[in-house]
């Protein structure tokens, strides 16, 4: 994982560390088992909250990106929190499974990881 | 992926270059577009004409890092053996800064390697080499390369980026940003390592002030090339389209807002990411390959032991080879450009073993891949090279003094690359050196010239591949390079 986010050898200095953009790291931040275990925990916290969607999207925006989402944002982010109860409708934990995946969504915005 | 939307005057400059480079559209830019009701902009990957008619349409860059001996490879001294021991006239070394040698008590080294004539051409290739001896008539070995950086790191740097300082763009970023990449479902630009790794590491293959989608991609070199291909537990494809939907659109108002180039670069890679999901475990599943095939590529081949600190540890035979034949793969499959690395050929000292060692390893499965190309007729449009930042000093090199000399030191006056495939004239030896390898005589090749000649091999112009970046526009180049006709078929 350290590769993937331009960690140099360690053996070796470097003067500067690289920024790169690859699909690896997308890959990483989707699908390893350390980020979707904080997107299962933040999941968690979303379904537990009191309140409309809107006001837990917005909780969750704010966890994440540190800012309230933009009308657009919001509208895009309910969308998909339909599209997956949709699919999660009749399956055990179906209204958990759906915010893990609408939490794992807001941790891979680009508003989000790691920035310098 | 750090990246900050800091909107300085330059990323204004960044995106405008970023859009008008773009062509027809998918992804997030078609997002952005159909927000904005604006004209289609394209994914900056989409295949792009070049200037004229190109020969190569794809390359395969072999980097052995460190400087492998040109003296004991590609370019017989004879005469370094009757001068074995001796020093060498002051006028040659008065103004020559050296990495590590002590200009005092240094002497010539000779070498213990025999050559011999190779294909029709009569190539002089080492002992070291006899796979690749067989492939003479194929390759264009040039023996009057020259540089300016006489270490690791600043080398580097100019052979892959065209200049020895951070922040330029690598070749294979520089081919992908003006001919995008045929590759859909790949990226344009795939980097392979094996050994302990370079020391320029991912400067490499860095895109420099070019928007981070035309950074190079590094595949792992042990277990899969790829990790995380499948979605955590009750994400089935479904819900993974949806996610990666989403993220483009919400990446889309982000771009509106911000006009950060590296926004979309951002995007590209999530829409690329979910599209490796579906391609890469075919890439990387070389149980449907020939057994004659992995054999070849000696995949299997048992690996001498050897006492080699520069190597990298067992396991790099199979590693180097197992990329090999990646390359190939990668190649077949539309990517533009891969960059295939193994350190280390920095033959300070132990030399004979660990040079020994290293050709083991690397002369076959080399050879293995320029066969594979021809019988699948893909030598012709794939590029391939075998470079190294400098090469070593006839000179004996006598860190600290010790006189317990086993190696050489680095030289970048005169040393030895080949070029295969992809519009190249095989079987000639361009260049010339004089009978110690000091210096050379005829045809003298500096990087920027290899780049400019790569590029026009692509049908690029060097002059004209430009990008437009703190006021000036920029080249692979520089302000440097020629196209060296002699290599072109």
């Given at each position: 994982m350290l590769m993937t986010f331009d960690a140099p050898d360690a053996n070796v200095c470097?003067?500067?560390?690289?920024?790169?953009?690859?699909?690896?790291?997308?890959?990483?931040?989707?699908?390893?088992?350390?980020?979707?275990?904080?997107?299962?925990?933040?999941?968690?916290?979303?379904k537990a909250e009191s309140g409309s969607d809107a006001s837990r999207l917005r909780q969750g925006m704010l966890r994440s990106a540190g800012r309230p989402p933009s009308p657009d944002e919001e509208a895009t982010l309910s969308g998909f929190l339909t599209t997956a109860r949709a699919k999660f409708a009749g399956k055990d934990d179906a209204e958990g499974r759906a915010w893990t995946v609408v939490a794992r969504l807001l941790l891979n915005l680009e508003s989000v990881p790691v920035r310098e | 992926m750090m990246m900050g939307p800091d909107m300085n005057p330059v990323h204004g400059l960044a995106r405008r270059g970023f859009l008008t480079s773009a062509a027809s559209g998918t992804g997030l830019l078609a997002l952005a577009h159909q927000?904005?009701?604006?004209?289609?902009?394209a994914n900056p990957l989409s295949p792009k004409p070049s200037h004229?008619?190109?020969?190569?349409?794809?390359?395969?860059?072999?980097?052995?890092?460190?400087?492998?001996?040109?003296?004991?490879?590609?370019?017989?001294?004879?005469?370094?053996?009757?001068?074995?021991?001796?020093?060498?006239?002051?006028?040659?070394?008065?103004?020559?800064?050296?990495?590590?040698?002590?200009?005092?008590?240094?002497?010539?080294?000779?070498?213990?390697?025999?050559?011999?004539?190779?294909?029709?051409?009569?190539?002089?290739?080492?002992?070291?080499?006899?796979?690749?001896?067989?492939?003479?008539?194929?390759?264009?070995?040039?023996?009057s390369m020259?540089?300016?950086?006489?270490?690791?790191?600043?080398?580097?740097?100019?052979m892959n980026t065209g200049a020895p300082v951070f922040g330029r763009p690598s070749m294979g970023?520089?081919?992908?940003?003006?001919l995008g990449s045929p590759s859909r479902d790949l990226p344009g630009y795939v980097v392979l390592s094996s050994g302990r790794g370079t020391s320029g590491g991912t400067s490499n293959w860095g895109s420099g002030f070019l928007p981070s989608t035309y950074q190079g991609v590094l595949f792992r070199n042990q277990g899969d090339p790829v990790l995380n291909l499948s979605n955590p537990p009750g994400v089935d494809a479904d819900i993974q389209e949806a996610t990666i939907r989403a993220l483009s659109s919400l990446g889309a108002g982000q771009y509106k807002h911000l006009g950060d180039p590296e926004i979309a670069s951002r995007v590209e890679s999530y829409e690329l990411a979910f599209r490796m999901q579906a391609s890469a475990p075919e890439l990387i599943d070389l149980s449907?390959?020939?057994?004659?095939?992995?054999?070849?590529?000696?995949?299997?081949?048992?690996?001498?032991?050897?006492?080699?600190?520069?190597?990298?540890?067992?396991?790099?035979?199979?590693?180097?080879?197992?990329?090999?034949?990646?390359?190939?793969?990668?190649?077949?499959?539309?990517?533009?450009?891969?960059?295939?690395?193994?350190?280390?050929?920095?033959?300070?000292?132990?030399?004979?073993?660990?040079?020994?060692?290293?050709?083991?390893?690397?002369?076959?499965?080399?050879?293995?891949?320029?066969?594979?190309?021809?019988?699948?007729?893909?030598?012709?449009?794939?590029?391939?090279?075998?470079?190294?930042?400098?090469?070593?000093?006839?000179?004996?090199?006598?860190?600290?003094?010790?006189?317990?000399?086993?190696?050489?030191?680095?030289?970048?006056?005169?040393?030895?690359?080949?070029?295969?495939?992809?519009?190249?004239?095989?079987?000639?030896?361009?260049?010339?050196t004089d009978e110690i390898g000091w210096s050379i005589l005829e045809d003298p090749v500096h990087v920027n010239d290899l780049h400019a000649t790569i590029l026009h091999l692509f049908g690029m112009d060097h002059l004209r591949?430009?990008?437009?970046?703190?006021?000036?526009?920029?080249?692979?180049?520089?302000?440097?390079g020629k196209v060296v006709n002699k290599l072109l078929a």
């Open positions: 470097v003067m500067r560390r690289e920024r790169s953009t690859t699909p690896l790291q997308a890959l990483t931040l989707l699908n390893d088992p350390v980020f979707f275990e904080c997107a299962v925990s933040l999941g968690g916290i979303l | 927000m904005a009701g604006a004209t289609p902009v004229a008619a190109p020969k190569a349409k794809a390359c395969i860059c072999i980097y052995l890092e460190g400087g492998p001996s040109q003296i004991d490879l590609f370019d017989p001294k004879p005469k370094l053996n009757e001068l074995h021991g001796q020093k060498l006239p002051d006028s040659l070394t008065r103004n020559v800064r050296f990495a590590f040698i002590q200009k005092e008590g240094a002497r010539v080294l000779g070498s213990p390697r025999t050559f011999a004539r190779h294909g029709g051409c009569g190539m002089e290739l080492s002992d070291l080499l006899p796979y690749l001896s067989r492939h003479a008539d194929d390759i264009a070995l040039v023996r020259h540089t300016e950086a006489f270490n690791h790191h600043p080398g580097q740097l100019l970023s520089w081919l992908n940003y003006g449907r390959e020939d057994k004659r095939t992995i054999e070849r590529y000696g995949l299997d081949r048992k690996e001498p032991a050897i006492k080699a600190s520069r190597g990298g540890g067992p396991g790099q035979f199979r590693s180097f080879a197992t990329n090999c034949l990646l390359a190939r793969r990668l190649v077949e499959r539309g990517v533009r450009f891969v960059n295939l690395f193994h350190a280390s050929w920095d033959h300070h000292s132990n030399l004979d073993n660990e040079l020994t060692h290293n050709c083991l390893m690397a002369d076959q499965p080399v050879a293995a891949l320029l066969d594979d190309l021809k019988a699948r007729g893909m030598l012709d449009s794939t590029l391939v090279l075998w470079l190294s930042e400098f090469g070593r000093t006839p000179l004996g090199e006598n860190r600290g003094g010790s006189s317990n000399v086993t190696g050489r030191d680095h030289h970048p006056f005169a040393f030895s690359i080949w070029m295969a495939g992809g519009g190249i004239k095989g079987g000639q030896v361009l260049g010339k591949l430009t990008y437009r970046f703190q006021g000036r526009d920029f080249r692979l180049t520089d302000v440097g």
